[in-house]
């Protein structure tokens, strides 16, 4: 797959071939402020998507196949001025199965603290060791989330790199006076979302996510395969619930298990009651938000 050196040597033949790293569908809805303004909006979406989309984000060589597909939708809720704007944000990620046509979900949230400024006829601008703005940084800041856990399903910890770009991107707003980007604003906001992602304590987690999507998931497109499949998903399970004995109630597992509910379900569907027994508690455990949701693993 695309971390593979045969490909990485692949794509350097055949540059000529390659894109940027996400394919980021942007919508922007301003049902709650109203107005006739929709020229404006599209231009705002449009500039959006054109910033997420031809900016490199990584050193590495992609093919259009290979984009990370994602969707950004902004809810735009207070409009104070003509180009200041209050919203927010819904993110969310997937990442290709191996030999199928279904896609997992890599991060599926809403961050509710987004104030920014547009100007319509003014390009985006982002600096790597500035904070200029807070659309830009805002925008960047989950660019770099979306790649981290993406490189991180493909390879144990292979996304460091890019949270530790998304946490430069923190430390540079730190004196910024819109909210999220600080630790004492929220005890779920962009802080403590690559906080959890950078601390050793969370290490098990992160090597979770890979055990899940290459150890599990990848290797389900052969039938023979799947209870021995299944077992490294719940093993990846048994890692997170781990982690939570040790920091309980973290965003970054709930976060990532939100996206996972529909996808668990069928995953477990053909599981042994002992199985779904186990994972059910331990998801329970995790995420006691949605245990209506995980009981339906025993329902089935």
């Known amino acids: 797959m695309r971390r593979s050196i045969l490909l990485f040597f692949f794509c350097l033949l055949f540059f000529s071939g390659t894109a940027q790293e996400l394919n980021c569908r942007v919508t922007v809805n301003y049902a709650q402020i109203g107005g006739t303004d929709q020229q404006f909006f599209t231009n705002m979406e449009n500039t959006i998507r054109d910033f997420l989309n031809t900016r490199r984000w990584t050193n590495d060589v992609f093919l259009e196949q290979e984009r990370i597909?994602?969707?950004?939708?902004?809810?735009?809720?207070?409009?104070?001025?003509?180009?200041?704007?209050?919203?927010?944000?819904?993110?969310?990620?997937?990442?290709?199965?191996?030999?199928?046509?279904?896609?997992?979900?890599?991060?599926?949230?809403?961050?509710?603290?987004?104030?920014?400024?547009?100007?319509?006829?003014?390009?985006?601008?982002?600096?790597?060791?500035?904070?200029?703005?807070?659309?830009?940084?805002?925008?960047?800041?989950?660019?770099?989330?979306?790649?981290?856990?993406?490189?991180?399903?493909?390879?144990?910890?292979?996304?460091?790199?890019?949270?530790?770009?998304?946490?430069?991107?923190?430390?540079?707003?730190?004196?910024?006076?819109?909210?999220?980007?600080?630790?004492?604003?929220?005890?779920?906001?962009?802080?403590?979302?690559?906080?959890?992602?950078?601390?050793?304590?969370?290490?098990?987690?992160?090597?979770?996510?890979?055990?899940?999507?290459?150890?599990?998931?990848?290797?389900?497109?052969?039938?023979?395969?799947?209870?021995?499949?299944?077992?490294?998903?719940?093993?990846s399970i048994t890692q997170m619930h781990t982690v939570h004995k040790q920091k309980p109630g973290s965003m970054a597992q709930q976060i990532y298990l939100a996206g996972k509910i529909t996808e668990l379900l069928g995953i477990y569907s053909k599981a042994t009651a002992e199985e779904k027994s186990l994972v059910l508690n331990m998801l329970s455990d995790i995420d006691p938000s949605n245990i209506l949701q995980y009981q339906k693993i025993t329902q089935q």
């Open 69 to 235: 597909s994602c969707n950004l939708t902004i809810i735009i809720e207070q409009r104070p001025s003509t180009n200041q704007f209050v919203a927010k944000a819904q993110i969310q990620a997937v990442r290709p199965v191996y030999n199928a046509s279904y896609s997992s979900v890599l991060i599926n949230h809403t961050d509710p603290d987004w104030t920014f400024v547009f100007s319509e006829f003014e390009p985006l601008e982002f600096n790597e060791t500035t904070h200029l703005n807070n659309i830009s940084s805002m925008l960047a800041y989950y660019a770099y989330i979306i790649l981290g856990l993406d490189y991180d399903s493909f390879s144990p910890l292979g996304g460091t790199e890019y949270f530790q770009r998304a946490q430069a991107v923190l430390q540079n707003a730190q004196n910024a006076p819109e909210p999220g980007w600080k630790q004492g604003q929220s005890l779920r906001n962009r802080f403590w979302l690559i906080d959890n992602m950078l601390s050793p304590q969370f290490k098990s987690f992160r090597e979770s996510i890979y055990k899940y999507h290459r150890e599990g998931l990848d290797c389900m497109s052969k039938m023979e395969k799947v209870p021995d499949c299944r077992k490294e998903i719940t093993a």
